[in-house]
């Protein structure tokens, strides 16, 4: 499956983007979809994931703040964040796993990588 993610961009500290990571290839229905970031320097991090279920998963720094979601129909996951920080400021990636059920944060379960869409939160 390829992955293209999208709507990355500059924001003021507090307010929100929504990421958009669109499939082609396969149908994304049955695969676990998730985020990670990198920011400058730093290693890639996880961020969330929904299983095919629609059960969504979250890394402590973003819970509450950050919402996944996806529409089969359209092939294409979300990530839509509020009250950004500027400890935010990252390279966005999405990831699919071909197992339906998630597996953990680990970067190595998930096959399929976008390129990446940069998201700054400016303070």
């Known amino acids: 499956v390829q992955l293209q993610a999208s709507g990355g961009g500059l924001v003021q500290a507090g307010g929100s983007l929504r990421l958009s990571c669109a499939a082609s290839?396969?149908?994304?229905?049955?695969?676990?979809m998730g985020w990670f970031r990198q920011a400058p320097g730093k290693e890639r991090e996880f961020v969330g994931a929904?299983?095919?279920?629609?059960?969504?998963f979250y890394a402590d720094s973003v819970k509450g703040r950050f919402t996944i979601s996806r529409d089969n129909a359209k092939s294409t996951v979300y990530l839509q964040m509020d009250s950004l920080k500027p400890d935010d400021t990252a390279v966005y990636y999405c990831?699919?796993?071909?197992?339906?059920?998630?597996?953990?944060?680990?970067?190595?379960?998930?096959?399929?990588w976008g390129q990446g869409t940069l998201v700054t939160v400016s303070s």
């Open positions: 929904i299983a095919w279920t629609g059960a969504t």
């Open positions: 990831a699919a796993d071909r197992r339906s059920y998630y597996r953990g944060p680990q970067s190595t379960n998930f096959d399929s």
């Open positions: 290839g396969r149908a994304l229905s049955t695969y676990t």
